[in-house]
């Protein structure tokens, strides 16, 4: 079983999920040893690191910063917006934690070497995401499960 060193830095001012769920949901992701944090910030934050890192000036959902493989495993960066994270939740009609498990996975996904830069990478992230959802007992992301 690939093994997981998870940090949690909470610089939000809204609630975020317990320390167990988040470690639930990485170790669903693992394809290999992982050492992770998991960023969860406020809109500041989420706006300065994606203007910074992506030349984008706007706050995103979901950062990943994968820093590659070294002898014990990947490492990484996950930043999480907790605002845009809430905002799409509620958009999409969906649960905010079924969202944010999402995102973490997607995030997990991301550090491991996943893509969806082409149709082919992104049918095949986006397939494991599912999978890997199903299995925490949560829908499809991508379908209209949660949509009236």
Not at 89 to 112: D, F, I, T
Request: hydrophobic share 40%; proline share 4%.
């Amino acid at each position: 079983m690939p093994l997981l060193r998870l940090f949690v830095q909470q610089a939000s001012k809204h609630a975020i999920p317990i320390r167990a769920t988040l470690r639930r949901w990485t170790r669903a992701a693992l394809e290999g040893n992982v050492e992770v944090t998991l960023r969860f910030v406020d809109m500041r934050e989420g706006r300065l690191l994606n203007r910074d890192f992506r030349g984008k000036d706007a706050a995103t959902n979901v950062l990943t910063f994968s820093y590659g493989r070294n002898d014990w495993g990947y490492t990484g960066d996950i930043v999480l917006c907790m605002p845009v994270l809430l905002r799409e939740a509620k958009e999409q009609r969906k649960p905010w934690r079924a969202h944010c498990a999402h995102l973490v996975v997607h995030g997990l996904l991301h550090l491991q070497g996943y893509d969806h830069e082409n149709d082919c990478e992104a049918r095949k992230m986006e397939a494991r995401e599912t999978a890997i959802l199903a299995h925490l007992g949560y829908p499809d992301p991508y379908s209209d499960t949660f949509r009236d």
